[in-house]
């Protein structure tokens, strides 16, 4: 049986797009004498649709363009993710399907079984679950197919879902000669592993290869990775798609193959998840150029980066904004590495700005001091620059604040925080790090000064990020055991050897800054919890950890 | 039966002001020689507690207080909402319950069965469904309980749920005497009736009368508007607690009482719930002063009068910051209002900071006409200056842009979208006018000239909203039917009888604005679909309806 894996980047929505994608895959299919062509879960409409699943005509849409797609599958197998509605109309109006078209002629649907309704995922909001697992026979094969969720309750202690029902060990009572599995399966950092040992644990459990499809592709927040992956039935790796680009696979189960590992370096992984987040979400809207702010601190010179290479370096124009308070020597660092990534730097002083505020607020503020105002005064004004620039040449900015600093709520709404895409939304400042000698490890790009310099806002005097905040170190601690792995104070504090005091007063600010966050750009994720899709808390709450 | 009916107004996670509310009320219950004292959903934490409830150690919290409740609820029968651990462990983590406490001893637990899943609700993101309907006995009567939604599909065409269950049922096969209802309903435009009618004809299903508990206040977007009730057997309406604030009733099932009508002005409502929403926004966090641009327009002269009646006149600064394009005649009308109002106006000029930042840009704008950047600038220019008053004196933004121009993304990001509460983000332009001729009715405040004025942004020369949008009575036509009912453009222009070209292009541009209401302050939700909380749309989308 040869299967051809179609790992394809989607636009939500865009169904001429996605059908001209899925017929060019078929055509490539049928020229590799393929007789299954797999692609991923939703490809129809794209992972994930959200509320325009609501619309009527957007499931009919779907309706409509099934007849050309098999009149397109003649001689072949064709497994296919669309939404499509619920004919029973109790519950949820649509099921989250695999249509199975064999010879040009839709055979029947799989219906997603396990509904994840939690993390970024609110599939119980549109779907209702398929109530049985089926086997379709293809070419003397029994071929069974899972939709993304419905395998991974087989992952036991590795997962946090405890469903009721296991998809696998119920196709086990009459197991498969093959299983199919259409998967939008969205990256975060360290992740690759858990799906090679779920998948091993079914293919043991069922004695079937596996052939896994998986979207690729940022859209909004999420980033899909693909590594789409083929299994044996003793569960060893025979083969992986590329990850965060469009991919085929042709694979061949008469075909003996050995057992590969799956290579992988964490931070190559990461850097190509938020260059694709970029690149994509730039693409997707018709985007082309990027603004950013460059202050000569590692995140802005790591959002350089990875814009340049999103976008090209044609399309990236930094700005250095400087005030009073603003140093030479970042400046310079700024102009190196522009220099190095060969993009353009404005240099355009914000003093005469800064100033121009003061002396219009003098007369209302003259009463008090200095404060954390005069602060985010610059910061605004900056903001403002890059929008007036946004807004005049047609360019996307880039906001370069870090999960870090979101989550201290260290960030001026309306000012750093102005953007259409915040890069480094769910980056921790260690991860900046790592990521920023990743990058020079392969062509030494950030100047060296910029990794080493203490962290600093240079909004006031000798102003450090110290003075105001615990050691990094101490912040990531605490917001990776809060927000991520959701631990209680107490538990934070004896994991970590903090002092409770300490670990609640960085929980009091991880809440306290809810109401900057609620207005902050879109960030891309790429941790297990990201501040944005995926989290829901209350503004308004007082509880006490 | 003597019930008494505890509508409070609880905060989110404070576990100290929420038992110290519920001691309160047992013990006025006691005075009141009630039988039975009944809460709303969710009591102890407060609803919606959202991801809070992941953390175990919220959920022994609750655990922790009931002992404390039992204790003070001798000689009493005390039905108390709050979420509790799922002890099977199976699926979700917790129950949303209904703890019943008899003499002092915590008898048992009803689960809410039907959990909502859609619109602004996300319960099956933590919650296990009950599996059954429970009668508890008292005094000799059988006392059924159920959980706000779990009466709701008992409302028939009314609903847009259509769950296999439908609990009332379930529990006509063994009718109870008395019927609890707990609940967390949030307010809607014209939402009241539907209540009425859907607990009519429960109470004839059942043969027996319902007391229903609502919960008031407001918490983040939503508003609990209260209006707890009691019905006959009859389906007669003979009880209503008051609207939008903390009451009691105290029924007595032996009483004859006559049915009475539910007395509605939609207006009064409406306000009602915009002032709730602005004044709880303020003091469950402990602020106290609004600040807010005035504009001489009929929204920001709204926000105005909302929030003094929300926080009092001394806690309300308005700013007026004009530029060369603001006319003498909002000046003069803003004066007249705050005139009215007794609030305070301060009046800064904004023209040299907008023609500072003119400068400072025209080397490199030098070569482009003006366009909306220099609109946007004046925006954020006075963004910026509201957001320096507020973090100088401790001071909130409430932003004052309409549901229209937010469909419309007619409102500049990081500019009049500054804000820490969006006052009439839910509130169209017709009932913007609509309320302000509410406000007039009772007292004049709102100038005539600003209620006849035609809509502009004065951000150039003789701008009026028309030039660049259609009349508001078809943006918002289009809007509602669109975003709040969910019908397709086809469906729009046939019932509107307007052009499918006209209803696409607007209906593009609420799509193409999603990018900035995801930036927008949390607003007030007012209608069945605001743009915010229970609305989730991807930015990056091609879908042509």
Redesign the interface.
Known sequence: MRIFVAQLNL?????T?NVKKIFQAIAKGKKQKADIVLFSELTLC?Y?????L?????LEKMEEVMPKICKASSDLMVVIGLARKNPE???KGAFNSAAVIIDGRLVGYKDKTLLP??DVF?E??YFEPGKEQKIFEYKGKKIAILICEDMWQHGGDLLF????RDPVKELAENPPDLLLNLSASPYYFQKRDTRVITFAATAKTLKCPIVYCNQVGA??QLIFDGYSLYMSSKGELLQVAKGFVEDYLIIDTEQGLSPIAFEQDIYEDLFSALVLGVK??FS??GFKKALLGLSGGIDSALVACIAEKALGKENITCLFLPTRYSSKESYEDSLLLVKNLEIKL?Y?S?D??FQ??LD??AP??SK?KP???EE??QS??R???L???S??FGSIVLSTGNKSEMAMGYTT??GDM?G?LGVLNDVSKAQVYQLARFINRRRKVIPQTILDKEPTAELKPGQRDIDTLPEYTTVDAVQEDYVEE?L???DISKKRGLSLDLVQGLINKIHNAE?KR?????GIRVTKRAFSKG???????????
């Not at 994930?48 to 325009?52: G, I, N, R």
């Not at 609501?54 to 957007?58: A, G, L, V």
Request: proline share 7%.
């Open positions: 636009i939500i929505g865009d169904f797009y794209g994930p649709p959200e509320d325009l609501f619309y009527p005509s957007f109309g109790k519950e309704t939690y609110d119980r909001r879902t405890h469903y009721r859209n909004d994509d979400y997707k809207q404005l355009l914000i005469t700005l121009s505020f219009t607020l209302h503020f008090n404060d954390i105002t985010n005064l605004r004004i903001g403002i620059i929008m007036a620039f807004n005049k709404l309306y102005c259409g959701l209680s104070a107490t109401y609620r207005q902050a750009p879109p989290r829901i808390f209350p503004i308004v709450q007082r509880w006490k950890h």
